[in-house]
């Protein structure tokens, strides 16, 4: 750690950076990120990488890979970072979608092209008991805030939906921290991929 002036250097290695930089941020301005140490441990490791980091819209990880990436890309490393403009259950579709098409044998352009079609054909559905926390968080406006509701459990949803369209869940998950910390308790998220 060094300091300087109204600054701060902090070195972290977390497996939760998204929820590392949101407490971060509630003691100041996150200048910038360092995803260098892990992309290079994952080319030690494997043929290509294909990282799917939240939406670039609501988190700077995007921009931190791409920039990392462009610099491995420039040794010669197979290496693409694609914004899946998605966050919470529907980013996991497209990761499942995408780890599929590489565990099947994809090369890296086709896995990426599996990638950025599944994004497009995957939305997010949210529902939550209070805006509040969207609000305070600056997810959503005020206006916005002022209407709520949401299922208590995910799995009486989910079989509510399977009853409508007939087709199970692809996984249930608890909703992550940070994605708790602006939605609140009781949100309950919903993606569908359309084929």
Do not use: C
């Not at 080319?43 to 670039?56: D, N, T």
């Not at 921009?63 to 996991?92: C, F, H, K, W």
């Amino acid at each position: 750690m060094t300091q300087g002036v109204g600054k701060m250097r902090i070195h972290l290695h977390t497996n939760d950076p998204e929820r590392l930089l949101s407490l971060l941020r509630g003691f100041g301005a996150v200048l910038n990120q360092k995803v260098d140490d892990m992309f290079r441990h994952l080319a030690a490791h494997y043929r290509a990488i294909v990282a799917l980091p939240v939406s670039a819209a609501i988190s700077g990880t995007w921009n931190a890979m791409r920039l990392e990436a462009e610099s491995l890309r420039n040794e010669g490393y197979p290496i693409q970072v694609v914004d899946t403009r998605l966050n919470s259950v529907a980013q996991g579709l497209v990761v499942l979608e995408t780890a599929r098409a590489a565990a099947a044998g994809a090369g890296l352009d086709e896995v990426v092209r599996i990638a950025e079609r599944t994004r497009e054909r995957t939305k997010i559905y949210v529902g939550v008991n209070t805006f509040k926390y969207m609000v305070r968080g600056g997810r959503v406006s005020r206006l916005k805030g002022l209407v709520a509701a949401a299922p208590d459990r995910a799995t009486d949803f989910a079989e509510r939906l399977e009853g409508i369209v007939g087709k199970p869940p692809e996984y249930i998950m608890e909703i992550s921290p940070i994605v708790g910390s602006h939605a609140g308790k009781g949100a309950l998220a919903v993606a569908v991929e359309t084929r």
